[in-house]
């Protein structure tokens, strides 16, 4: 498979870039994309949520009413759930909620998400290119070169470049990853992937070992 070579003014540059079919025209699996972006998701959860059990409450220890008699329900704690103010039955508590999954697994989704980007025609192969200085115009002027101004983008470097990312850091829908770091969840989020020729090479070098 080969998709033409553009670059970074929206032009055609002539070139064709190889993909490997192993890589970027596999049969999707859709439970392995499932798994992966569930754990990116549950790992990215901070976990801190907690709130107040009857033993954690501040109030009297004194009996409300007498035992019997009232005609009512017993009632036996001022903490008690069912009252305002109580404490919180099986309320949550820290916990982390990361687990682990397979890294075969892992690459089978990635190839999975990639695979249906080429399919919906949302990758483009952008020439090696680097911004000289750090300025959010030159980043602007790159996504209107592609008509992308507005869209999730994802912009994937073969190393990570200091000044395209201060370019492309207060631009909303817009993230920059390198090669190396691209996941499932970021991959199947972007409405549009525009990838550098090197790092092309970077990616079939990592999960061409599966």
Do not use: C, W
């Amino acid at each position: 498979m080969e998709l033409e070579v553009y670059k970074i003014d929206g032009t055609k540059s002539g070139k064709k870039q190889k993909l490997d079919d192993a890589i970027f025209g596999v049969e999707p699996n859709d439970h392995a994309i499932y798994l992966d972006v569930k754990q990116h998701l549950a790992n990215a959860r901070q976990g801190t949520h907690k709130s107040k059990e009857r033993g954690e409450i501040r109030g009297s220890t004194r009996k409300i009413k007498r035992q019997k008699g009232t005609g009512t329900a017993r009632m036996g704690s001022i903490k008690s759930p069912i009252l305002r103010g109580g404490g919180r039955a099986f309320g949550p508590r820290p916990r982390d909620y990361s687990f682990k999954l397979n890294k075969k697994l892992k690459k089978v989704a990635r190839k999975s998400a990639l695979s249906y980007k080429i399919k919906g025609n949302e990758i483009m192969i952008l020439e090696d290119y680097k911004f000289k200085t750090a300025r959010s115009k030159d980043f602007i002027q790159l996504l209107n070169s592609f008509e992308l101004q507005g869209k999730k983008v994802l912009v994937v470097i073969a190393n990570k470049d200091e000044n395209l990312y201060l370019s492309s850091r207060n631009i909303q829908k817009a993230k920059i990853i390198d090669a190396k770091s691209i996941n499932t969840y970021d991959i199947l989020n972007a409405n549009n992937l525009l990838v550098s020729e090197s790092s092309v090479t970077e990616i079939e070098k990592i999960y061409k070992q599966i």
